[in-house]
């Protein structure tokens, strides 16, 4: 995977790049860390429009239509409680976030694929205790061999993560561009150290 992690996985990263809102939950948490629950200004200014959510902070750009003009939001909050997933889906993002998107062979970094533990061609299914994030590298030298095979080794046992863990680990990822009005609600809820 060349380039920036946190691009590959944004679906409009270009309507992001320019004023994005952090969305938050009726609890003021956002909905999501992994990745963070953002909104294109677009989206925003829509659901406000809409009185589905209020806004808890702006940037100082306006936008302008023929009859008003909006700052655009900051921080919007959601006027209805999301109850949070329980499931966390078998994606490859939250695969690569679950491995701290490090290869679980040789602990690279770059150019991460994913790579069956026990091989499909023996019998491997795919599911997240079947599945690691690998470099390129590493699963071309594993091919279908089994670990002991290829005399490679796992940094840690593959196992379906809770949505908590997931959460704690997407603290770690945080998107290229944190505006200063999101921070007092970004890590709120995190424990603080002595």
């Known amino acids: 995977m060349d380039g920036d992690f946190r691009t590959e996985f944004v679906r409009e990263p270009g309507a992001l790049k320019h004023y994005p809102a952090l969305v938050l939950n009726a609890d003021y948490r956002p909905l999501s ?10 989206e925003a200014i829509k659901a406000v429009w809409l009185d589905r959510v209020d806004i808890v902070a702006e940037y100082d750009t306006t936008v302008r239509s023929q009859r ?3 700052r655009i939001p900051s921080v919007v909050v959601l006027k209805d409680f999301v109850k949070p997933q ?3 889906a078998f994606t490859r993002f939250n695969l690569f976030l679950r491995d701290e998107f490090c290869c679980q062979y040789c602990g690279g970094r770059g150019d ?3 790579d069956h533990v026990v091989p499909r061609a023996r019998g491997g299914i795919t599911s997240w205790e079947n599945v ?11 091919g279908s061999k089994s670990l ?5 080794h796992l940094q840690k046992p593959p196992k379906q993560p809770s949505a908590d863990e997931l959460q704690n680990v997407g603290r770690k990822f945080p998107p290229n561009h944190l505006h200063v009005s999101w921070m007092d609600y970004l890590y709120w809820d995190a424990e603080l150290q002595a």
Do not use: I
Request: proline residues 6%; glycine residues 0%; charged residues 20%.
């Open 86 to 88: 329980k499931r966390v």
């Open 148 to 152: 002991r095979q290829a005399n490679m």
């Open 33 to 42: 860390y992994y990745p963070l629950s953002l909104w294109p200004w677009q």
């Open 68 to 70: 008003m003009e909006v």
């Open 132 to 142: 690691v994030a690998a470099c390129s590298r590493c699963n071309l030298r594993k």
């Open 112 to 114: 991460l694929t994913f």
